[in-house]
């Protein structure tokens, strides 16, 4: 279809440019430049998203391998001590890693759930006025700024998981879980419903005319058909936990730290967030090499994302 | 007929409905509670000296006045600087692009760009535009970072909206002579000028939110840029956002933290307002296609 409106138009702007009188023809030469001209700038705006990836990737290469490379690719990953400033500076970064990798992990076993059962009881139970209601709401939980997110973090939720738990300080993995759980509810909640709308109805009125009730239904032939588009809203929401950073930089502690549940932690953005301003030498390009880490990590995270979407398509 | 449902399962039915309303009263109650504690902390901060004038050791006063301008400076000029190309690309990849494994990259490179989180931007942007093109911490360094991240945004609304003009519109306007380039001139951008005006407001939002890349790239100064200014390299300068981050996490002064935090979610609610009427506008725009 697009392929014959393309030579359509392509013929088109070949047979403009026939016109016999003389003035005639000038004009339509000018006209064809112009044309050209539209298709060439076209082309350049087209390819800038392009550019836009190879240049950050490069960018991203040469300025964190040459850390890597100095202080030892396991060394780098596995070492569970960062130390930069020390008078024998210790690079690893395990500690970050694997506080990311927890933290997000935590958001997604605390978000996901309140987020699908949302998405479940909006697509399939509520009135029409309340699931408007629900879906505003879901829509502005996504346009608050991560730092206002952050803010109230370090205000209530620091406080309350200190008294709760009964400890010296509330800025640690745990507080950070519950606000990412929270930031990553719009994603889960609008891909989820999504996915959940797009079952064809003939699934459900099956079920129902076998005497089924409408939320077994639901929950036993609606969700597993929709499951793919539910992963896809999971791998979604890696995606903002694993990369959020100034709303767990508010509410984590921020201590190079192994992760414990009540420990403070640094996660791989706030990494490179916190030493960024004073750091140079070693440091800042162990800080670069960092970033290249995250990169990898969310490259992955879309790939996965990408398989699912294109499986879910076959 | 209700009646011949076993216990056991209207049991399992009753828990799965009130986890459900549970999850959304959680996800409701806990929006009211925190615009609500927001404004209450925030709102009582706000005067019109706070608003109109710049932060000053001497006297001991706070205002957010640089912050503001700076807020609105970057917003226009990444609008400014990425309407033009993510409409450009979104026109290639609907109206004139023909290989489609380009097309597919293209896509593919614009998915990964959505999905960089906002500090990699900030990181990148630094040694991109501060320091390999000698920007210096500048607000003009935080628009080019912006603008790459927003870049997305706008490619697929535009797009998302350039789909549903009518194949007809083209071919007649192609028929009566028209070339290809005054045919999207005069047909096809402007059927498609709501999604392009969504695709300015969602970016709006993202810039209006954004902190962590601007962090290193349009900096922490408080000082108050002249309009003429804004554009040159080397005039660094916090928004709202980054404001907020500083006085909260750096200086532990929460009253100003609050306020600007009251401040950004009013802004919120009114770009998530405008975004869902012109949204609206353009379902009903599609719905007559």
Redesign the interface.
Known sequence: MNDAINSAMNNSIKGAASPAAGAGRRAAGGAKLLEKIMNVIFTICGLTALAFVIVITVFLLVSGIPAIGQIGLFKFLLGQEWRPTAAEPLYGILPFISSSVFGTFGAIIIGVPIGLLCAIYISKFAPRGIGAVVRDAVQLLAGIPSVVYGLVGMIIIVPLVREAFNLPDGANLFSAIIVLSIMILPSVISVSETAIKAVPKEYEEGSLALGATKTETVFKIVVPAARSGILASVVLGIGRAIGEAMAVMMVSGNAANMPKLFGSVRFLTTAVASEMSYSSGLQRKALFSIALVLFIFILLINMVLNFIIKRKKD | MQN??SNK?KA??LV??V??????G???L??VF?IG??LFRGLPNITLKFLSTKPSLVRDTVGILPNILNTLYIVLMTIIVVL??G???A???N????NKKLVK??E??????A??????Y???G???FVQ?LSFGTSLLAGVMTLA?MT??TI?RTVQESLKTVP?SY??GA??L????????RTVVLPSSIDGIVTGCILSI?RI?????AL??TAGMANEIISFFNAPMPNNAGSTL??A??MY??ERGD?DI??AI?AI??VL??I??LA??LTADKLKKGGTGK
Do not use: C, Q
Request: proline content about 3%; glycine content about 8%.
């Open positions: 011949k449902i399962r399992a039915d799965k409905n986890l459900m309303y549970a999850a959304t959680i996800i409701l806990f929006l925190l504690y927001i033009p190309i409409i450009g690309s026109v290639y990849l109206e004139y692009a023909k990259m293209i593919l490179a614009t998915e990964t760009l999905g960089i989180p906002s500090i990699i900030g990181l990148v630094m040694l991109i390999f790459i870049l997305p490619m194949d083209r071919e192609l028929g002579g028209s070339g290809k380039w005054h045919m999207i939002g209006v939110g954004e902190s962590a962090l290193f956002t980054v907020l981050y909260a996490k929460f933290a609050f935090a950004l979610l919120t609610l770009i998530n975004a869902k």
